[in-house]
């Protein structure tokens, strides 16, 4: 169990931070294979901020790092699967908004 008190668990050759996670990604697997949806992704990342020298010094670019990606109807889809506790932290807060701002074409989905 970690922080958020999920339970990290396995299936399907890929670990999953939450059983909640997990049970999404078979819902999503399901819809991929009736044609729902294509070209699932786990993980997806995107570059929020690139990186920089400051001073003299490198920054690491900022990344946003979904749960799934997918296409629906010629539309990229971004998920998130979130508990209560986690779509309050700061941090998570922040890059959300960062994610909608920088790519506003791309339907992004919270799923609590």
Do not use: C, W
């Not at 570059?47 to 490198?58: A, S, W």
């Amino acid at each position: 169990m970690n922080k958020y008190r999920n339970i990290k668990t396995e299936f399907d050759g890929f670990k999953f931070d939450s059983i909640r996670e997990m049970r999404r990604y078979s819902v999503l697997k399901l819809r991929q294979r009736a044609k729902e949806i294509s070209n699932l992704e786990l993980q997806p990342k995107f570059e929020l901020q690139p990186k920089f020298i400051y001073k003299g010094k490198t920054e690491r670019a900022i990344k946003y790092i979904g749960d799934f990606s997918y296409m629906e109807n010629g539309i990229l889809v971004v998920e998130d699967v979130k508990s209560t506790f986690t779509a309050k932290n700061p941090l998570y807060k922040v890059k959300r908004k960062l994610m909608l701002f920088k790519h506003p074409k791309i339907d992004f989905r919270e799923i609590k």
